[in-house]
């Protein structure tokens, strides 16, 4: 039996692993603790860590769970920016789960923009108190709009897709245009400066840190709804503060933010929020904030634990797995 520790463990989480656990002859011991330094301890005796995206896999974690024999990080996330994979890299195999549903993540960042531009947020509370007035909730078309997406992989794509649907003009930039498409694509000053809406579906990395930072929000038409269902720290959040209280951004949709992993995924109703940036954001009537929930349908569960659990079978009972990340030539890609 292969035994994995499975840290960030959450109640949706259990019904379709447990499953796919018991078909395969896995054994997963439900955590709630995220994977760190003072929790690595909790893998002793297994063969497998599974992991989410704000467990920290830092260089000291890696080495330790090497030192326990432990042999697979099997994320259960698309991204894979929390695993320091330089520091993997002949002591323990990676794998991750590419595509679980893109629509997912795609159609929760229009939820957010509707929500946003047609203030369905405020109309929603308002009612539930049989307040039917008008004022204050006039939005706009979506209709005609350019939106402008950083990132056109399987997320970008489908949500591409689904803001034609409704009119809108796209313009996009991604680092590696996609070569088979219509996509209309310029560079990121140029889709800064035309985009009436911007959302972001790229990864994570050293380049992309921060590419909505103060400069870029400087380069915006008065009025961007920013949308972000991808990682946090691809916007300056204090920059986005500023910039939302200089009326120079209209809203912004947040399914994530830089400094999530303290906060989100857990209930913190009866607790004062520590992160005063948060709050403040939280707090401005034009912001949506979600707890990293884009990814979160059933679609997407099921085949997130269908996927995890055949990439730790493959890796780890010897077949090939064409979800394992490796390092060639500087650059991280599947091994192939
Ligand atoms: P993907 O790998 O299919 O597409 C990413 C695209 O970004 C590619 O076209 C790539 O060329 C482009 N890219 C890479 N570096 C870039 C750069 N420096 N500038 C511009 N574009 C660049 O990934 P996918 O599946 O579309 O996911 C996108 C991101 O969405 C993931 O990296 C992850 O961070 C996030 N995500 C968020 C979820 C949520 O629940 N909020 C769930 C799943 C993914």
Redesign the pocket.
């Known amino acids: 039996m292969i035994k994995v520790a499975f840290y960030d463990a959450k109640a949706y989480d259990r019904p379709s692993f447990e499953r796919f656990g018991a078909e395969n002859d896995i054994h997963f011991t439900f955590l709630e603790a995220k994977l760190n330094e003072d929790t690595v301890a909790l893998a002793q005796g297994c063969d497998a860590v599974c992991v989410f995206v704000n467990d920290n896999v830092n260089g000291a974690v890696i080495d330790q769970l090497h030192g326990y024999g432990v042999r697979l990080i099997a994320l259960r ?3 894979y ?1 929390n695993v320091d994979l330089k520091a993997a890299d002949g002591k323990l195999r990676v794998a991750h789960v ?2 679980y549903s ?1 629509y ?2 795609a159609e ?1 960042a229009m939820a957010l923009l509707l929500t946003s531009v047609r203030r369905v947020h405020k109309a929603y509370n308002r009612t539930r108190e049989f307040n039917f007035s008008l004022n204050g909730l006039a939005g706009f078309d979506l209709h005609g709009k350019t939106v402008g997406v ?7 794509r489908i949500f591409i897709d689904i803001c034609r649907g409704f009119g809108m003009h796209v313009i996009a ?4 245009p ?1 070569k088979d498409s219509d996509i209309e694509y310029v560079t ?1 000053d140029e889709l800064l400066e035309r985009s009436d809406i911007i959302s972001l ?5 050293d ?2 840190r921060h ?1 909505i930072d103060a400069e870029a929000i400087g380069k915006m038409k008065k009025g961007v709804v920013i949308i972000n ?3 946090g720290a691809l916007i300056d959040a204090d920059a986005l503060l500023e910039g939302i209280k200089a009326r120079k951004v209209g809203a912004a949709c947040l ?2 933010y830089e400094e999530e992993a303290e906060v989100f995924f857990e209930d913190r109703s009866g607790h004062i929020l520590n992160d005063e940036r948060l709050a403040r954001l939280i707090s401005m009537p034009n912001v949506i904030v979600t707890s ?5 349908t059933e679609e997407a569960l099921y085949n997130i634990a269908e996927t995890t659990v055949n990439n730790i079978v493959a890796i780890l009972r010897g077949g090939k797995c064409p979800n394992e990340l490796c390092i060639k030539d500087g650059k991280i890609g599947h091994c192939g």
């Open positions: 996330s698309a991204g920016n590419p595509a893109p997912a993540v929760h950083v990132g056109t992989g399987r997320i970008g930039y991604d680092l590696f996609a990121l579906h790229c990864p994570l990395t380049e992309t590419i269902t991808s990682r399914d994530v990293h929930q884009a990814f979160l």
